[in-house]
């Protein structure tokens, strides 16, 4: 419902055309490869493929298009992992429809568009954690054993304590659990 009433709204601004709708991650990348818009507009969680994912991809593949990200999350370490994967515009769902539309006439032109809101926090450093430590705490999140993650990610249990303690250190972190909720709200997972 929501999906239709965005492309409803942008499809009644001069200037813009909605040429596909995705419902997930996946079919939105298939879809940007296909249509080659000027602009992806996309959430950051969805089923699939992240806006995130789709983003490295999309600047991975050296792709024309830009991202726009629309969503909840107005965490500092949502925005500078969106900016880091190359996103060129980062808007909250409460906006006005008038600003998404000035947003997507921004993009398309190559400026950058951050929500007022946010532009503050766009300086706040970036998350202390490697990439393999947020791997492996995302894994810990959904509740899965040192052995699981190993064989989920080709290391041994050893390697994965190791990844869990030094997450925690980062975060100042008792456990791994309260490491993922740390790094859960501050939008580095």
Request: with cysteine.
């Given at each position: 419902?929501?999906l239709?009433?965005?492309?409803?709204?942008?499809?009644?601004e001069?200037?813009?055309?909605?040429?596909?709708?995705?419902?997930?991650?996946?079919?939105?990348?298939?879809?940007?490869?296909?249509?080659?818009?000027?602009v992806?507009?996309?959430?950051i969680?969805?089923?699939?493929?992240?806006?995130?994912?789709?983003?490295?991809?999309?600047?991975?593949?050296?792709?024309?298009?830009?991202?726009?990200?629309?969503?909840?999350?107005?965490?500092?370490?949502?925005?500078?992992?969106?900016?880091?994967?190359?996103?060129?515009?980062?808007?909250?769902?409460?906006?006005?429809?008038?600003?998404?539309?000035?947003?997507?006439?921004?993009?398309?032109?190559?400026?950058?568009?951050?929500?007022?809101?946010?532009?503050?926090?766009?300086?706040?450093?970036?998350?202390?954690?490697?990439?393999?430590?947020?791997?492996?705490?995302?894994?810990?999140?959904?509740?899965?054993?040192?052995?699981?993650?190993?064989?989920?990610?080709?290391?041994?249990?050893?390697?994965?304590?190791?990844?869990?303690?030094?997450?925690?250190?980062?975060?100042?972190?008792?456990?791994?659990?309260?490491?993922?909720?740390?790094?859960?709200?501050?939008?580095?997972?």
């Amino acid at each position: 419902m929501v999906l239709g009433a965005l492309a409803a709204l942008l499809a009644l601004e001069s200037g813009i055309s909605v040429i596909g709708k995705a419902s997930d991650g996946r079919e939105a990348w298939t879809l940007v490869q296909q249509l080659k818009p000027d602009v992806l507009i996309s959430d950051i969680e969805m089923p699939g493929l992240t806006g995130l994912d789709l983003a490295e991809r999309i600047l991975g593949a050296r792709l024309p298009c830009r991202v726009l990200i629309v969503t909840t999350f107005g965490r500092p370490g949502y925005l500078r992992r969106a900016l880091d994967a190359g996103v060129t515009g980062y808007l909250l769902k409460d906006q006005p429809s008038e600003q998404l539309a000035a947003a997507v006439h921004k993009v398309s032109l190559g400026q950058r568009v951050i929500a007022p809101e946010l532009a503050e926090i766009a300086w706040v450093p970036a998350s202390p954690l490697s990439e393999r430590e947020r791997a492996v705490l995302r894994l810990a999140e959904e509740g899965r054993s040192n052995k699981e993650i190993a064989d989920s990610l080709g290391l041994s249990p050893g390697t994965v304590r190791n990844y869990l303690h030094e997450a925690a250190q980062k975060l100042d972190a008792v456990n791994r659990v309260e490491a993922t909720r740390i790094a859960r709200a501050n939008g580095w997972l």
